[in-house]
């Protein structure tokens, strides 16, 4: 971000920003009916049980959710902000908005992560463990489970996927939001070079000396 920060006019500032808006808005709603779909469908039932994994599936899919708000939240601001650029408040809220959902969206795609790594490896036994049967081969005819036990581990998988999508999306836009915000702001991010003065050297200036008096001479 170092050189010049006063080149972008005010027509293009708005623009980017409300495209940016609109992209925070829709990967947010899409984020959010994700991990409502997810809760809905497993781990409110998950949930009850006291166990870590399941504790740790609960609370990855409520930050996911916060993250969806919040990113829906920053998405509002950018595009007020593009209509009124002048208004410094509306430029911290942005950035500070901005900032906050990129570190959040970032803790939720490690949190999925680790989810979809931990089913993986117990084979989806954690999020069937509110059901009564212990045979998994068993599992479509079975009637002893709070849910559709059917397909539930390969959709739960297919569901957090998309999730770790729009969080990286939103990590994207709120870090080009960000960036655009600082230089909107003019705000650079390097130091300035600092120019070395380079002295001339004794010989040079008594061989200068030495010219100025024999041309004075002449």
């Not at 984020?31 to 781990?43: D, E, Q, R, S, Y």
């Not at 990855?60 to 920053?74: D, E, G, H, K, Q």
């Not at 989810?115 to 005819?141: D, H, M, P, W, Y």
């Amino acid at each position: 971000m170092c050189g010049p920060t006063g080149k972008l006019d005010r027509n293009l500032f708005g623009k980017v920003l409300m495209k940016l808006g609109l992209g925070l808005i829709v990967s947010g709603h899409l984020n959010f009916i994700t991990g409502a779909i997810v809760h809905g469908l497993v781990l409110k039932h998950v949930a009850k049980l006291q166990d870590i994994l399941s504790l740790q599936y609960s609370i990855s899919n409520i930050i996911t959710v916060a993250s969806a708000i919040l990113s829906i939240s920053c998405g509002i601001s950018a595009i007020v902000l593009s209509r009124y650029l002048a208004r410094v408040s509306l430029r911290w809220a942005v950035l500070l908005l901005s900032i906050i959902n990129a570190i959040l969206s970032i803790t939720c795609t490690l949190g999925l992560a680790v989810s979809v790594i931990i089913t993986i490896a117990n084979k989806g036994r954690t999020l069937l463990a509110s059901c009564t049967f212990t045979n998994l081969e068993l599992i479509q005819i079975s009637h002893e489970c709070p849910f559709d036990p059917t397909r539930i581990y390969s959709t739960t998988l297919i569901l957090w996927a998309i999730s770790i999508f729009w969080d990286i999306v939103e990590i994207v836009f709120s870090m080009r939001c960000f960036i655009t915000v600082l230089h909107l702001m003019k705000v650079r991010m390097c130091r300035k070079r600092k120019e070395k003065l380079q002295l001339p050297r004794i010989e040079e200036v008594n061989e200068e000396n030495e010219d100025g008096e024999c041309s004075a001479w002449l």
